[in-house]
């Protein structure tokens, strides 16, 4: 079946560093991704979607400026978490829709983030 | 009021015991999701269904629109299905948002 992918799976780094987290649809096409966050114990929420080639939509409350993302092609959406803080740390799940013949919604593994 | 609540919050069963998780939803939705997430956060998605009922090896879920719930079934229990199981609805009215239980924290003892 249609894979979605994480990179990395977890990460730790300093705060005030910027940390990139990779979505990637591996057999499919997506049009559209979504960027979820999830805090322990706590259900996912939606941070952002974004469609190929186009500016993400942030959900009331994310600053774009501090989660950047990029949908460049039709299977890579990037997450940029810049100036990092203790407080991003926290679990991030991407999902990507396949928009052609099923419209069918597969989620990633999720990246685990610490920021010391 | 959430859009989605799942019950019971936690499980606990003994190994080999049939496990039943409900989720209830109150929007119109074009598909619903069961997901699993282990300890260390990884998720698998399980199911995706818009009708009826499927079953993968001891998973089994159905779905009953009209009275907009589902429930997920595991038979023959085994401590590796311990984990969180969260159920996903992705509305058909509000740009095909999803909305999330909260999940239930299932643990299976041997």
């Known amino acids: 079946g249609a894979v979605v992918s994480q990179h990395p799976s977890w990460v730790i780094c300093k705060s005030g560093t910027s940390v990139k987290i990779e979505c990637r649809s591996l057999?499919?096409?997506?049009?559209?991704m979504f960027w979820y966050r999830q805090f322990p114990k706590q259900s996912l929420m939606l941070m952002a979607t974004?469609?190929?080639?186009?500016?993400?939509?942030?959900e009331q409350g994310v600053e774009k400026d501090k989660f950047l993302i990029n949908h460049a092609s039709l299977t890579l959406s990037t997450l940029t978490v810049t100036s990092a803080h203790p407080e991003d740390s926290s679990f991030y799940i991407c999902?990507?829709?396949?928009?052609?013949?099923?419209?069918?919604?597969?989620f990633g593994p999720g990246t685990r983030l610490t920021v010391l | 009021k959430n859009e989605v609540e799942q019950s019971p919050q936690n499980l606990t069963a003994q190994e080999g015991e049939f496990i039943t998780i409900n989720c209830s939803y109150s929007?119109?939705?074009?598909?619903l999701h069961w997901l699993q997430q282990h300890p260390g956060g990884g998720i698998v998605s399980l199911f995706m269904?818009?009708?009826g009922k499927k079953k993968h090896g001891r998973l089994i879920a159905t779905i009953n629109i009209q009275e907009k719930h589902s429930s997920l079934h595991i038979t023959a229990s085994h401590p590796r299905d311990s984990a969180v199981y969260i159920c996903?609805?992705?509305?058909?009215?509000?740009?095909?948002?999803?909305?999330f239980g909260t999940g239930t924290s299932l643990t299976v003892i041997p």
């Open positions: 974004s469609n190929e080639g186009s500016k993400a939509t942030y």
């Open positions: 996903a609805v992705r509305s058909r009215h509000t740009g095909n948002q999803f909305y």
């Open positions: 929007v119109g939705i074009s598909a």
């Open positions: 269904l818009s009708s």
């Open positions: 999902s990507a829709r396949d928009g052609t013949s099923t419209d069918t919604q597969y």
């Open positions: 057999d499919f096409q997506a049009t559209t």
